[in-house]
């Protein structure tokens, strides 16, 4: 499918579902293809987190534990 910027202003909802339910959408400023929606599959989804650092293992440096008032938690 291919609309018009106008036409994804005014109705992006519907466009929105349209690829939802597999479909491609071209969209165009001026005669020009600008920007493209596509649908998204179980494939493009990793099922894992995505975070850059993943885990952060610290190391221990044999310091003693802190008490809650030295946290800044005491009463």
Same mark, same amino acid.
């Given at each position: 499918?291919?609309?018009?910027?106008?036409?994804? %202003?005014?109705? *992006?909802?519907?466009?929105?579902?349209?690829? /939802?339910?597999?479909?491609?959408?071209?969209?165009?400023?001026?005669? !020009?293809?600008?920007?493209?929606?596509?649908?998204?599959?179980?494939? %493009?989804?990793? *099922?894992?987190?995505?975070?850059?650092?993943? /885990?952060?293992?610290?190391?221990?440096?044999?310091?003693?534990?802190? !008490?809650?008032?030295?946290?800044?938690?005491?009463?």
């Amino acid at each position: 499918m291919e609309i018009t910027a106008r036409e994804f %202003d005014q109705r *992006p909802s519907q466009i929105l579902a349209a690829a /939802a339910h597999g479909e491609t959408i071209t969209i165009t400023k001026n005669g !020009t293809a600008v920007a493209r929606v596509v649908p998204i599959t179980d494939d %493009d989804v990793p *099922p894992y987190p995505t975070d850059p650092m993943g /885990a952060v293992q610290l190391p221990d440096l044999g310091l003693p534990d802190l !008490t809650d008032e030295e946290k800044g938690m005491g009463s």
